[in-house]
């Protein structure tokens, strides 16, 4: 059984938060990851996959003024083409939260052009993205948690 521990807050500004496991919280700082932040993050998501049992993520890039890298979606494409079947097993969701309304309309566009093995969904805010976060699990029948909720409520 897993216990609540610290967020995981490391040097690239990056949050990786499971201690509503199995809703993971990841926050992206608010500037660009250089390449080192970005294999970093890959490397983290890659090990929450390994894990082979059912999650969903929060992904928080509220604070990002900028896109990814050209280098950045190259890996991004990469490490789909690798690790996405295992991720479309195990992943059953991903709440984007992002605060530009044109790139939340522009991620649902993309996604719907080169699909990825993992729903994503475009949101302005966690309250935002709750009611879907909430269906998702009752699809995989898993129940929400107080520490769900918690992560759900407490963080606008």
Known sequence: MKTATSPDLHQFGLIFDDNAWPLLYVRFPSKPLRDEGFEYFIERYTAMVERRTPFATILDARGLTTAITAYQR??????????GELAGEHHFGIATLIS????????????????????????????????????IFAEQKIPITSSIET??????
Do not use: Y
């Not at 649902?108 to 080169?114: D, M």
């Not at 992560?151 to 606008?156: I, N």
């Open 74 to 83: 190259r890996r991004l494409t990469e490490w789909f083409e690798v690790t």
């Open 100 to 135: 530009n309304a044109l790139i939340r309309g522009a991620l649902k566009a993309v996604t719907w052009v080169a699909p990825i093995p993992v729903p994503v969904r475009p949101f302005g805010s966690i309250a935002d993205a709750a009611p879907w976060i909430r269906e």
């Open 151 to 156: 992560l759900l409520a407490g963080r606008s």
